[in-house]
């Protein structure tokens, strides 16, 4: 006899399951962070059996892994629209309006960031050294490329130095990533001006600490 499997909804076919159980994670995962995407809640927010939801997901960490990945396409989509309506012409300024994105999509979008950066810890990395492609699975880029295309205008401009490079990428994700950090579970009662403030004088320090003039080794 042939094994039975449950039955789905005639709307779910040729992978539009998968593309809604992650859509039902991110809803998840915007108001609770990663620890709120549960495969049986996922489920039954699309409307069918938790087995089903096996078919796409073997398991529970495969689900949240996808769902980060598409969490770090949001953000930096909500980034590149920044970046869009600001249009910095100079270098540094360009290089703090993307830190600046960073910070403001983490205060925006708390559960989604916490997701998108703790999500699949595995899968983070640092910037510059590739270990998985660079985009999501809808293929837009991952914050880090914006941070990437920042630090090549500071080279192209020549205010930053070649071999400078890959140090600037580790110094702009603290700062940044810090930022955020102590924003969201530190300082929770700064104003927006207060916030403002701290991450003009932090992305303003860090400007011009990555293209200060320095001796020859």
């Known amino acids: 006899m042939a094994e039975k499997r449950p039955r789905t909804r005639a709307t779910y076919h040729h992978g539009d399951l998968r593309a809604a159980l ?22 039954r927010a699309v409307g069918v059996a938790p087995n089903s939801a096996y078919g796409h997901f073997a398991t529970l960490d495969a689900l949240r892994k996808a769902v980060a990945r598409r969490a770090l396409g949001d953000m930096a989509e909500a980034m590149r629209a920044h970046l869009d309506t600001v249009a910095p012409g100079d270098a ?17 979008e708390p559960g989604l960031f916490r997701t998108a950066m703790g ?8 910037p510059g050294q590739p270990a998985e492609p660079e985009t999501d699975d809808q293929g ?21 130095r070649p071999a400078d490079r890959a140090r600037a990428v580790m110094a702009s994700w603290a700062t940044v990533h810090g930022l955020a950090v102590m924003f969201l579970d530190l300082l929770p009662q700064l104003t ?10 932090a ?12 001796p020859r080794s």
């Open 92 to 108: 540094r300024a360009y290089l703090r309006e993307v830190g600046r994105a960073y910070v403001h999509y983490a205060v925006a």
């Open 22 to 43: 992650i859509a039902a994670g991110l809803t998840l995962a915007r108001d609770g962070g990663p620890q709120a995407i549960v495969l049986r809640e996922v489920a």
């Open 119 to 126: 999500g699949d810890p595995a899968g983070i990395y640092v």
């Open 140 to 160: 837009r880029p991952k914050p880090d490329v914006l941070l990437l295309e920042a630090l090549d205008r500071l080279v192209d401009a020549g205010v930053l």
């Open 192 to 201: 927006a001006e207060q916030r403002e403030a701290a991450v003009d004088d």
């Open 203 to 214: 992305l303003g320090v860090l400007a011009a600490g990555l293209t200060a003039s320095r």
